[in-house]
Nanobody, 116 residues
Framework: QVQLVESGGGLVQPGGSLRLSCAAS????????MRWYRQTPGNLREFVAS???????VYANSVKGRFTISTNNARNMGYLSMNSLKPADTAVYYC??????????WGQGTQVAVSS
């Protein structure tokens, strides 16, 4: 059983920055794709970014150039650095470890609110 725990969310003004963290219960990010998703009320979970074990990174167009995904496998940590935040980035952000559709785990989410 894998546990993922996100932290680092909060309230920030437009143009500000936050860094989300995802703590894993084991060395999962050396074997699984790490992904970040976000969700707003009434909407489906939306892909934000992914990082494969070989280092391939993909970003959603809406965050490209502003967000950075990374991992520290020695610490079993994943990160999402978010800069130039916009009100449209307001959402609950989820960390995901993915290998197959049946081998995937989610964190509980952390709320990010961008508002003046």
């Amino acid at each position: 059983q894998v546990q993922l725990v996100e932290s680092g969310g909060g309230l920030v003004q437009p143009g500000g920055s936050l860094r989300l963290s995802c703590a894993a219960s084991g060395s999962i990010f050396s074997e699984y794709v790490m992904r970040w998703y976000r969700q707003t009320p009434g909407n489906l979970r939306e892909f934000v970014a992914s990082l494969t074990t070989s280092g391939t990174i993909v970003y959603a167009n809406s965050v490209k150039g502003r967000f950075t995904i990374s991992t520290n496998n020695a610490r079993n940590m994943g990160y999402l650095s978010m800069n130039s935040l916009k009100p449209a980035d307001t959402a609950v952000y989820y960390c995901n470890a993915y290998r197959t559709p049946t081998l995937t785990w989610w964190g509980q989410g952390t709320q990010v609110a961008v508002s003046s």
